[in-house]
């Protein structure tokens, strides 16, 4: 993989571990493919604080599907984002591990769109968090990996209110 975060694939290996041990203290732990679409339900019923135990037990059925890490890093944003929610700890940790698992998606993602898609999901990540320079930097490498449109004009309005300029 050529875009490396040493501090993320740290987190990334740390998070995988704290899913799986998570999943396990739960339960059994269902096929990751079902755990996933019931988690994927969830948040789009706007329940992402729900959605985050079925979405940690497909992680931790697989771990290898990039799929099971998106969807993880997505209902972890949200839930993270949640205005109702006043522990600001929990919502800067789950923060972190969506950032972590977005990280980790792009690395068991395939070469290619899958990358390009983990890393734009990354990238927004940054962004929400006002980490302005490593959101570009990582939309400049979703965009070496699958050049698509969608993620190019997010880049590209991202840079221009927030690149450096000389006027």
């Given at each position: 993989?050529?875009?490396?975060?040493?501090?993320?694939?740290?987190?990334?290996?740390?998070?995988?571990?704290?899913?799986?041990?998570?999943?396990?203290?739960?339960?059994?732990?269902?096929?990751?493919?079902?755990?996933?679409?019931?988690?994927?339900?969830?948040?789009?019923?706007?329940?992402?604080?729900?959605?985050?135990?079925?979405?940690?037990?497909?992680?931790?059925?697989?771990?290898?599907?990039?799929?099971?890490w998106l969807a993880y890093a997505r209902a972890a944003s949200t839930a993270a984002a949640n205005e109702e929610n006043k522990d600001y700890a929990a919502k800067n940790r789950l923060g972190r591990r969506a950032l972590a698992a977005a990280f980790r998606a792009y690395q068991r993602a395939a070469a290619g769109q899958p990358e390009g898609e983990a890393?734009?999901?990354?990238?927004r990540l940054y962004?929400?968090?006002?980490?302005?320079?490593?959101?570009?930097e990582t939309y400049r490498a979703s965009l070496a990996a699958s050049d698509d449109s969608g993620v190019r004009e997010d880049y590209e309005a991202l840079r221009a209110e927030h690149g450096f300029r000389i006027l």
């Open positions: 993989k050529t875009f490396q975060r040493e501090g993320l694939a740290s987190d990334a290996v740390r998070l995988e571990a704290a899913l799986k041990d998570e999943a396990a203290a739960s339960g059994p732990v269902r096929a990751a493919k079902q755990a996933r679409d019931a988690g994927e339900a969830l948040l789009a019923n706007d329940k992402a604080d729900a959605a985050l135990k079925p979405l940690t037990g497909a992680v931790a059925a697989d771990p290898g599907d990039p799929r099971n890393l734009a999901q990354l990238a962004a929400d968090r006002s980490e302005y320079r490593d959101a570009m």
